[in-house]
Nanobody, 124 residues
Framework: QVRLVESGGGLVQAGGSLRLSCAHS????????MGWFRQDPGKGREFVSA????????YYTDSVKGRFTISRDNAKNTVYLQMNGLKPEDTSVYYC?????????????????WGQGTQVTVSS
């Protein structure tokens, strides 16, 4: 069983930065591609970013391109989401997710494991 624990969320002013971390345990981290999603209450889950097993390929939703950077450290079993130039519309609960198999990176249903989420709030 894989366990994912997010951290790094908080309150930040518009234009500020946060770095989210997601610690992976239970299975071999490098066997999993990783993704970040976000979800507001009463709304659907939104894909934010994904990174492949060795970090060789990265994917972003259009609204965060140029502002967010996903990375992973397989020695530390951790995936990161560096968020710069934050906007109030980035306010959400951010979740990391892990998947064994390739496919549609933005499809949350294809991910095998999920963390509990971390709140990011951007004030205007």
């Amino acid at each position: 069983q894989v366990r994912l624990v997010e951290s790094g969320g908080g309150l930040v002013q518009a234009g500020g930065s946060l770095r989210l971390s997601c610690a992976h345990s239970g299975r071999t981290f490098s066997n999993y591609a990783m993704g970040w999603f976000r979800q507001d209450p009463g709304k659907g889950r939104e894909f934010v970013s994904a990174i492949t097993w060795s970090g060789g390929a990265k994917y972003y939703t259009d609204s965060v391109k140029g502002r967010f950077t996903i990375s992973r450290d397989n020695a530390k079993n951790t995936v990161y989401l560096q968020m710069n130039g934050l906007k109030p519309e980035d306010t959400s609960v951010y979740y990391c997710a892990a998947r064994l198999s390739p496919g549609e990176w933005a499809a949350g249903a294809e991910y095998d494991y999920w963390g509990q989420g971390t709140q990011v709030t951007v004030s205007s």
